[in-house]
């Protein structure tokens, strides 16, 4: 018996996509024909965040940054290759805290960067600071084998 298709949000247009579980990491979306996965990082905003946050099958590790951080621009690199490791398992998004104070807010923000993984709409890990690509994916492995 096949299994429920997952729902995947588009990184271009938000919208909600059915894959079926066996073909994730692969297609395009039915609505504006991108890539589901580019191996990026997803810039995150009001108006798609919590489409990514809640409604999609895969968790989200969110990157809460702003321009004028240092460290948050010395992770960027290291966030953008850890995509291409956790993809299609996990969403990468970067959060401006700047322009998005609100949902910085909702998060209790205090220090940049900070990552948030978060699944089915709810923070299951925090990390404060900047880390490299291998320290940014082992921990993510390891807080989604505890949750």
């Excluded at 997803?42 to 940054?65: G, M, Q």
């Excluded at 850890?82 to 949902?103: H, M, N, Y």
Aim: with cysteine; glycine share 8%; aromatic share 6%.
């Amino acid at each position: 018996m096949p299994e429920e298709p997952l729902i995947i949000v588009c990184p271009a247009c938000a919208a909600l996509n059915r894959v079926p579980a066996e073909r994730l990491g692969s297609g395009t979306c039915g609505r504006c024909k991108a890539a589901l996965f580019a191996g990026a990082p997803v810039e995150l905003t009001a108006a798609n965040f919590d489409k990514h946050a809640a409604r999609s099958a895969i968790p989200l590790l969110v990157d809460f940054w702003a321009s004028w951080c240092g460290p948050c621009r010395q992770m960027a690199p290291a966030f953008i290759a850890a995509a291409a490791s956790l993809e299609p398992q996990v969403r990468l998004g970067k959060l401006d805290t700047e322009a998005e104070q609100d949902i910085a807010a909702r998060y209790g923000i205090r220090s940049i960067p900070s990552l948030v993984l978060i699944r089915g709409g709810r923070e299951i890990a925090r990390q404060a600071g900047a880390m490299p690509v291998a320290a940014i994916v082992n921990w993510t492995r390891q807080a989604l084998g505890r949750a």
